[in-house]
């Protein structure tokens, strides 16, 4: 790795000869460190270090509008929608306080947006006609051992009648044959029993239905903890409903409760700048992946379902013209996992992933048919117990089919971290991952960002659990997948582990959110506080000169395999064109970010002509931002087109 920029250098001096002397006389530590910070300010801010380092800056957030960036989106407005919903905060999520803000980079303007529900650690990802779906959230919050006041788990709510399905309100009291009552914390609705014919003279069998809720019991206490399998009345059921109705649990205790899904889903028009209610999923889901498939259709794996658990496998596909969910193939994942288109019906697991799940299941990369339901895995990844928290990027451009692997940490609160980097060629023959060049220190939570000169920007990230320990690293980097090398960019000022996201921006820009740290100090002994604010970085190619010209005077929309015609004074100098996704960031992933190589096909002197690719595979039906680059990297600003 190229040297570092320096924080501090003694070579030249922003004050003058007396007051060297003065502070050499003083020898005063506190008015040597400010000369020191002062001299830094100075020397970022030259052009010939912005045009090495690039610069950060921190955008300017009304009173009132500080998010708690949890998702962070790109629409093809131009604007960001960051969502919170409650935001990490119980007492917003007690107080029913969802958020959802957006932003425009181009302007700092900040609105607030209705938020429906809780969408705090759910899913998202971008549909083919630009709106934006989000499944899954926050149905309740997780409560430690030693808090937890009230015995609780799951109920099985079983119907023999085959008559009628039944519904059951939030608040249903199920009481055990000693008298113990537990009451549901969410409504639940039961199916109606299933009648099969078992042959010739009108016999039939019926198969009772059931439907799982979350109890807690009524009393405070450990007299209601049970460990052996019971049947519990419904209160308030009479005759026949009293026989055909009933719960089934097998235990109810004082154990730790993990945070809870939900199974709500929703688009985000961003024309209208609002949600809209669509199909529910059949699975509660908090964490969640959402995938968009080469079809248009959205895969959505994993996250904790109604009682806390990581969905043991039952994943779903959400189709779009029609608004609803139906059954995917199975196949267990832990939270969050990295998951990437590569082809038709196929996508690749690179073993990232947020954390929840076993240590030994569900973590070994590898390619997925969806078709067949097969999985091949792929190998040779060095420090593979170090997947979680870890940073997972489709190199550019995505006709190469690589994909690159940062970073991470050990399963739950390890103290384990790695700076291991690793690259696997999906082409081969047998896929396997071979070392790249070591980050600069162990590392979690890294944003990776791809950048329109074929290079990933990474930032931020800290060494220890959630930045334990005062570990945040304030350091930033490129890699460079044409030399297999990093080279360092300007320090960010503000740190970032836990709940940040990274986003490019139209104008070349990266912006940079969230933070969620569990301490304030090395001693781990005052509690973090979210990090509000917002840290936008210039890289070099901005202060190289004028950027390149590059406009569409026709329509937005494309077909996958059409020519297209920009306009550009420049096009003599431009020597690439990409067409890039925009990114859907959360939890250090984004599955949707991918920048694809356009073949330049013609050049006129105030004109350039481009092929798209056909492959689905590569280009997914949606909007794109088309920037082109000179011979120095520098770019334009994007041009949105819709590819279908």
Known sequence: MAKRPSRLTTRKTLLGTAAIVALAVLNAPAVAGFAQHAYHHYEINQPAYRAKYGHWALASLPDGYEPNSIHAILLHTGKVLLIAGSGNNVEHFNGGAFKSTLWDPATDAFKKIDTPADLFCGGHTQLPDGKILIAGGTARYEVLKGDVKRAGGAMLVKNESPDRPRTFPKGT?????????????????????????TGRGGNVTVTASQAR??????????????????????QGLKGKDANNLYGIANKLGLDKKDFQGIKDA????????????????????WYPTLTTLSDGRVLAVSGLDDIGQVVPGKNEIYDPKTRTWSKAPTRYFPTYPSLFLTGKGKVFYSGSNAGYGPADKGREPGLWNLGTNTFTPVGGLRDADTLETSSSVLLPPAQDRKVMVLGGGGVGESRAATSRTAITDLDAARPAFTPGPRLPANTRYLNSVIMPDDTVFTTGGSSGYRGKGASDLLTAQFYNPATNTFTPAADPTVGRDYHTEALLLPDGRVAVFGSDPLFADKADSRPG????????????????????????????????????????????????VRLMHPGSATHVTDFDQRSIALDVIRHTGRSLTVRTPDDPSLVPSGWYMAIATDGRGTPSKAVWLHIR
Request: aromatic fraction near 10%; charged fraction near 30%; charge should be negative.
């Open 529 to 576: 506080h979210f990090e509000q604010r917002v840290e936008v970085y210039s890289p070099p190619s901005l202060f190289h000169g004028t950027r390149p010209a590059l406009a569409r005077s026709g329509s937005t929309e494309a077909e996958r395999g059409d020519e297209v015609t920009f306009d550009s004074a420049d096009a003599a100098r431009i020597t690439r």
């Open 266 to 285: 929703y688009e985000f028009e961003p024309a209208t700048e609002k949600y809209t209610k669509v199909g529910s999923m059949t699975e509660a889901r």
């Open 173 to 197: 009291v199920f009481r055990s044959p000693a008298g113990v009552e537990y009451r549901s914390q969410f409504p639940v609705r039961v199916p109606a029993a299933k009648k099969t014919p």
């Open 213 to 234: 809720v979350f109890v807690e019991a009524v009393e405070e206490g450990p007299l209601s903890i049970t460990n052996t399998t019971e049947q519990y009345e419904i």
